[in-house]
């Protein structure tokens, strides 16, 4: 990006100007092999990969080494700080980016998605919403989707209300806490029941900065900034907060999801842009997103509210959010965020195929079905995950479309009857079945003619989305031959 | 041809009004009962390209802050001003569409494109030209997800009040008509009936019309030839020329005519810069780049949108950096998100009715690819429209944030 700008404290190296022979300088150069990598060179190749971090190298962390390692911490370190909150195997982390745009590395740490519940909940509502918040879960190609923390929002403004309801949700559920009371005392009575836990403390502002300060070094918990529209406040109160001695700081410019939806979007935007692209220390915290903020307004529509704070979620997940909190908890709303944050936090450097060559579900015998698709990933998940949920006996060729789904390999040549013809005969097909029919995806429809010709096989033209597999089998199979 | 502004056809009022229409449609909706459907992805520009996987990095533990020796007891004062960027290059301006008094027949015309810096990185710098939405119009009956149909159902057998309707009661700003009769593998409609049909939606309505060919790279060539002779001087955005073209030889037929009767032409590609390149670059040769806008691919969410994402990123971050030959306008065809199966599928209670979740999956691919940048998208649901709509207006009205409506959201009874 060219430009200029006023605010450029010290030019740092980004993730992306850093060679493997940066790293290795200050590696102990041993070939030790206990990081489980070759040697030295190879760790530090990765490493600036992104692939591992420095604490996988044992050596560096003995004291011998101290130098070597503080180098290299200051070195490797994300232009967004990495915050963690929680204990334990409960902990997330949060931040911890290196770049602005996601192809220019990869992104780091998911964005944690918290919903929340209120101190004046009645306790079985309470309990409800946490089984509820800790159960759902999407299963997307193989992977469990789901929801991370808990926000505890004090509506009574009472000391005594809020740490109650704080110890009963601490005792439900070992869930990451994020602490939600502007008074201080209010804080402090919440931090006398998890303090232990590292709740993030949610929030010091222009009024009780150093009160919250205080909190956040005596629990020795992370401190969220919040200075809504206001980011010249923002940047004062984290210096401020810096020069407090308070290292775990986390960043809320205000989500407005209605009226200011351009502030919301360009404010992380240019806190983002100044961390990654100018190295500017005050703005190199994790972001945290509030789509629960739509409900604020004077909208009396439920689902009105939840299309808002769905459609604002969103977007903060484009645009560099790295927490958010969240209120509704509908499958609708929660699905599109769950779904896109796992694509989004995707390693865009990675191949994106899978293996070729004929895979086998269940106890499949010579008369069992064959099907083929393409060695895209997502679509060979896809269909993998769709023949496991049904329990189907059946072979899978999977061919080799350099990484292209069906429908863009039949478009570009990759999925054709001849490569059709080549994956029977090179997967030795014939000696698996007794039959000669082939199920191709609904999506490759036409090639059947082609392939019946370059094969000698009898084609049957599949569904076009594989859920509809199972279905199409009970009506198909065995075919008749003609 | 010079370009033109349009006005944007939305006040603060207007937008609230629609609060109540986006509630009719998202509630509507939720007393019909339904049944799976088959989709006929055919028309969808569905590609599916890529994956990884989702990797998990641990925390530096090296902190920037290093404790001052005397905790401060007053605020420091610390300024902000906001960054500025400049970049090099431009994207091209197009205009769709062209009034009497330019050659054409239509009374709106519609200019995408002119971007000087990546799409709303700040309030200050807006698109020149605010993105626009094309609603779809099939000329044959098509499966579509029910929760679809049941806006257009009543239509769905006539395109020129199909095409009506998504202007007047859905507020389309161009209209495109998809021809799937032509497809060699369905009806195999000639040229005639397709430039037949294509008159009567040019008669129907009176804003710029995108033209949807089936794919096939020779029958398209055909149509596209025929209806751009019909509709002389009226700038259409013919959807699309593809590298198939030119392996096929008929890029140049449809070029030349695209010049010859001043029409614009969409340029698709498989979400991969190089051919996207290659084939403005062969375009070039036979039309000016100011009548070429591209469509890199748009996937559904959750089968790929990341890879359209990215590539909308690089493309236009290159574009902006100086490569001239992604200097063009982008349109994203939003409607894929139905490819989707959490789109259209019936799940258990807990994912929700799909008579929200569709909707929400079209509108969330949408605003995703408007933040990478998107000037015109093709779209289906009218709750999506709406919301896109709403989304355009409100990013473009930067310092309207209110402090106090949000800043006790913590305290909030829901």
């Keep these: 990006m060219s430009g200029t700008d006023m605010q450029v404290p010290k030019r740092k190296k980004s993730i992306r100007e850093i060679s493997p022979i940066d790293v290795y300088k200050s590696l102990p150069k041993t070939n030790c092999g206990e990081c489980g990598e070759a040697n030295c060179m190879a760790f530090a190749t990765r490493l600036v990969n992104g692939e591992l971090v420095l604490t996988d190298c044992p050596p560096i962390l003995t004291d011998a080494n101290s130098k070597s390692y503080a180098e290299l911490s200051i070195l490797l370190a994300p232009p967004v700080h990495a915050v963690q909150i929680g204990t334990g195997e409960y902990r997330m982390t949060i931040g911890g980016k290196y770049v602005l745009q996601r192809h220019e590395f990869t992104y780091h740490n998911p964005t944690p998605i918290a919903l929340d519940v209120y101190d004046l909940m009645p306790e079985a509502e309470l309990l409800e919403r946490v089984r509820h918040i800790e159960e759902f879960s999407y299963n997307y190609i193989g992977r469990k989707l789901v929801l991370n923390a808990i926000a505890i929002r004090s509506c009574s403004n009472d000391s005594g209300t809020f740490g109650s309801a704080v110890r009963k949700i601490a005792e439900m559920s070992h869930y990451p806490l994020i602490l939600c009371a502007l008074d201080p005392e209010v804080m402090a009575a919440g931090l006398r029941e998890v303090g232990e836990r590292r709740p993030l403390i949610y929030a010091a502002t222009k009024s009780t900065w150093k009160e919250m300060a205080e909190l956040s070094l005596t629990y020795d918990a992370p401190l969220a900034v919040f200075a809504p529209g206001d980011l010249g406040l923002l940047r004062s109160l984290v210096k401020t907060l810096r020069e407090y001695g308070v290292t775990d700081l986390v960043l809320d410019p205000g989500t407005f999801a209605e009226e200011g939806l351009s502030d919301t979007i360009s404010n992380f935007t240019a806190i983002r842009a100044g961390a990654c692209r100018n190295f500017d220390e005050l703005f190199g915290y994790p972001l945290l997103g509030v789509p629960l903020t739509a409900w604020t307004g004077d909208e009396i529509s439920e689902d009105v509210l939840k299309w808002r704070e769905a459609i604002t979620a969103s977007m903060l997940l484009s645009r560099y959010a790295d927490l958010l909190i969240m209120h509704s908890m509908d499958g609708w709303v929660l699905l599109p965020q769950l779904i896109w944050r796992f694509n989004l936090y995707t390693d865009p450097r990675k191949p994106v195929s899978v293996e070729s060559g004929v895979k086998t579900f269940g106890r499949p015998g010579p008369d069992s079905p064959v099907l083929i698709t393409t060695n895209y990933a997502l679509t060979y998940f896809t269909v993998e995950s769709d023949i496991k949920a049904a329990n189907l006996d059946c072979y899978l060729i999977v061919v080799d479309t350099g990484g292209l789904s069906v429908e863009s390999a039949v478009a570009g040549r990759y999925f054709t009857a001849d490569s059709i013809a080549n994956a029977l005969k090179s997967c030795n097909v014939a000696a698996l079945v007794s039959h000669t029919s082939l199920i191709i995806p609904g999506l490759a429809a036409r090639l059947s003619g082609e392939t019946e010709e370059s094969t000698g096989w009898q084609i049957l033209v599949g569904p076009k989305d594989s859920s509809g597999i199972p279905q199409f089998l009970r009506e198909h199979w065995p075919p008749d031959r003609s | ?414």
Excluded at chain 2, 194 to 213: H, N, R
Excluded at chain 2, 364 to 382: E, Q, R, S, Y
């Design chain 2, 1 to 414: 041809m010079a370009p033109k502004k349009i006005d944007i056809p939305s006040g603060n009022e207007k937008l609230l009004a629609l609060a109540p229409q986006l509630l009719e449609l998202l509630k509507g909706v939720n007393q019909v009962e339904l049944e799976n459907f088959t989709m006929e992805i055919g028309d969808l520009e569905l590609f599916i390209p890529a994956f990884g996987s989702m990797p998990a990095q641990g925390a530096s533990s090296a902190g920037p802050a290093t404790p001052a020796p005397a905790k401060p007891t007053e605020l420091f004062r610390e300024s902000y001003k906001p960054l500025e960027f400049t970049y090099p290059g431009k994207i091209r301006e197009v205009t769709l569409g062209a009034t009497r008094a330019e050659g054409g027949s239509r009374s709106k015309t519609v200019t995408i494109g002119g971007a000087t810096t990546p799409a709303y990185v700040d309030g200050l710098h807006l698109p020149p030209h605010l993105p626009v939405i094309a609603l779809d119009v099939f000329d044959m009956n098509v499966s579509l997800p029910k929760v679809l149909r049941e806006n257009v159902g009543d239509v769905m057998e006539d395109p020129a009040e199909w095409a009506k309707m998504n202007v007047k009661k859905f507020g389309a700003d161009v209209i495109t008509i998809h021809l799937m009769s032509t497809d060699p593998l369905f009806k195999d409609a000639s040229p005639a009936t397709a430039v037949k049909t294509v008159e009567e939606i040019l008669q129907a309505v009176d804003v710029p019309i995108i033209v949807g060919g089936c794919g096939d790279p020779r029958k398209d060539a055909d149509v596209f030839t025929a209806i751009a002779e019909m509709a002389d001087g009226e700038r259409l955005l013919l959807n699309s020329v593809t590298l198939d073209m030119a392996e096929s030889k008929t890029l140049e037929r449809v070029a030349t005519a695209a010049r010859d009767h001043d029409h614009i032409l969409l340029a698709f590609t498989g979400l991969e810069l190089n051919n996207a390149k290659e084939l403005n670059r062969r375009l070039y040769k036979f039309i000016p780049p100011e009548q070429i806008v591209m469509d890199l691919t748009t996937v559904a969410l959750g089968y790929g949108l990341e890879y359209s994402f990215t590539i909308h990123e690089r493309a236009r971050y290159a574009a902006l950096m100086g490569d001239e030959e992604l200097a063009h306008p982008v349109i994203s065809a939003a409607t894929n998100a139905w490819a989707a199966r959490e789109a259209w599928m019936k799940m258990p209670a807990e994912y929700g009715s799909r008579e929200l979740r569709g909707p929400v999956w079209e509108t969330v691919n949408a605003l995703t690819l408007l933040l990478a940048g998107m000037d015109l998208f093709l779209m289906m649901h009218p709750a999506a429209v709406l919301t896109l709509k709403d989304v355009i207006h409100r990013l473009g009205k930067p310092g309207s944030s209110k402090t106090d409506r949000i800043e006790d959201w913590v305290s909030v009874r829901l």
